[in-house]
């Protein structure tokens, strides 16, 4: 069986603990994210799933500290969050680099914020460049790479402080279906060769699979499921190809539409 539910565990550990978590953008309005328990155990790659306005996003921002929960708590590594944590890296929707600095400034530049990059920053920025493919194209501007190219510096430059948690909102979402694919496959390179916890947002069923030890589906500012993905690691291209892939896709589409399990799941390790 490709997953399997999680069952609802409070005391469950985790290195990201969002604890009962929820956010309304107005004090009378109603809540975005509704009340949100969710675990995610040190190095596993947890993924977001759901429609556009379901609240995946604001809940990323939450996980970020870029909010604060108007109920409830986030703790990383036990430590509550009360602001954007320095042992996050955050990597958006669009790439969102500086048309004026080269790749390898854009990957500096959350150090540049902070102080002058040394010699050994600058090594440790042309070595993430070089795994995620682009030791030949330090120099460049934006402009002189392609979409996917762009999205590779984001990742880079979200993991120069070698973070503890990565936290991705649908960065690969406006890719063509291979570079998404090679893109996937290098970001599991880079959180295994590091040990990075992530969460991961995507309204992809099949990104969602091919990348995470568990999907939780959220519809209404709630978790409605939650599943592990009981498939090996290291997740390689020719799983995609497999039955146990293809009816784990098919699991969480039926979760998707409503047909698969009681609301408010938490994941647990």
């Excluded at 682009?134 to 934006?142: F, H, I, M, T």
């Excluded at 497999?242 to 784990?248: G, K, N, S």
Aim: charged share 25%; proline share 8%.
């Amino acid at each position: 069986m490709p997953t399997d539910p999680l069952p609802t565990d409070p005391s469950a550990p985790g290195f990201v603990a969002i604890e009962r978590a929820s956010y309304r953008y107005q004090a009378s309005g109603p809540a975005v994210v509704d009340g949100v328990d969710w675990a995610i155990p040190r190095g596993e790659i947890h993924c977001l799933l759901g429609r556009s306005g379901c609240g995946k996003t604001t809940l990323l921002k939450l996980a970020a500290g870029l909010l604060s929960p108007g109920e409830g708590a986030i703790r990383i590594g036990g430590e509550a969050l009360h602001g954007p944590s320095p042992r996050a890296g955050f990597v958006f929707q669009a790439p969102t680099l500086l048309d004026w600095l080269s790749a390898l400034d854009n990957v500096l530049l959350p150090v540049s914020l902070k102080r002058r990059p040394t010699a050994a920053d600058r090594a440790a920025a042309r070595d993430l460049l070089a795994r995620v493919g682009l030791a030949d194209l330090a120099e460049r501007r934006p402009r002189e790479l392609s979409g996917g190219q762009r999205s590779r510096v984001a990742v880079a430059r979200a993991l120069i402080g070698a973070p503890d948690l990565l936290l991705l909102d649908e960065p690969f979402a406006a890719l063509d279906a291979l570079t998404r694919e090679e893109l996937q496959d290098d970001l599991l390179r880079l959180c295994a060769l590091h040990g990075t916890t992530a969460l991961f947002v995507t309204h992809d069923i099949g990104e969602a699979v091919y990348l995470g030890d568990c999907v939780a589906v959220m519809a209404g500012g709630r978790l409605t499921q939650a599943r592990r993905i009981a498939l090996p690691r290291p997740r390689l291209p020719a799983l995609r190809y497999t039955p146990a892939f293809a009816a784990a896709c098919r699991a969480l589409r039926e979760a998707m539409d409503g047909e698969a399990g009681p609301a408010s799941r938490r994941p647990a390790a």
